[in-house]
């Protein structure tokens, strides 16, 4: 009898005042707002309802706060799981960068270099971050489900390298703050299982 694998449960930490505001947070702390507090707690249900033998967490305050209030008391950091380093675009909108570049798409022309402590980074550089993760919790989705708790656009790159595409196609999958997905496998295919589910939506036991 084949055993069933477990999923990937990823979840994006809830609303900041950077993220309400669609500033680009990669590695500046940003606390949870009240509402993003609110959202992280009304997940718990949700994940006590999943067979949860590992979580990890992405090293940001607001990853990690997401996660304690969502009852994974027992997530490990790992540094694969930081957001994309913005570079010279860190706490910018959209709007803004393209008063520079009027045609400026992310996942299309990626970021400029930034100070010391923000770099930048590349799509093939988030994808690579991706790919380590991915290579370290494979093997234990066969004892239950994994969490992952980080960003909205790391957790997209890193839904397309698990469906196997590059990490460009992060972008079909949008993925809104305090949000529950799964990822799983079909006939041993990867698939999307769920996604972009708030709190409040009809999420339980696989």
Do not use: C
Not at 152 to 169: D, E, F, I, N, Y
Request: proline share 5%; charged share 20%; glycine share 12%.
């Amino acid at each position: 009898m084949m055993l069933r694998m477990g999923e990937l449960i990823l979840i994006r930490h809830g609303e900041t005042e950077w993220s309400r505001s669609g500033r680009h947070t990669g590695r500046t702390d940003v606390p949870l707002t009240k509402a993003g507090r609110a959202a992280a707690e009304a997940l718990a249900p949700a994940l006590t309802a999943r067979h949860i033998t590992a979580a990890f967490v992405s090293p940001a305050d607001r990853a990690r706060a997401t996660a304690k209030l969502a009852g994974l008391t027992m997530a490990k950091v790992d540094d694969g799981l930081w957001e994309w380093d913005y570079g010279g675009y860190e706490g910018l909108t959209t709007a803004q960068i393209r008063k520079e570049r009027p045609s400026w798409y992310l996942w299309r022309d990626g970021v400029i270099p930034g100070d010391a402590d923000h770099p930048g980074e590349t799509i093939e550089q988030v994808g690579a971050r991706a790919d380590g993760v991915l290579g370290r919790v494979r093997k234990q989705l066969h004892h239950g489900d994994i969490a992952l708790v980080a960003h909205g656009h790391l957790l997209r790159v890193l839904t397309a390298r698990w469906l196997g595409l590059a990490p460009a196609a992060g972008r079909l999958f949008r993925l809104d703050t305090g949000t529950f997905s799964t990822l799983g496998t079909e006939h041993s295919e990867p698939v999307i299982s769920s996604w972009n589910i708030p709190p409040s939506g009809p999420v339980g036991a696989a």
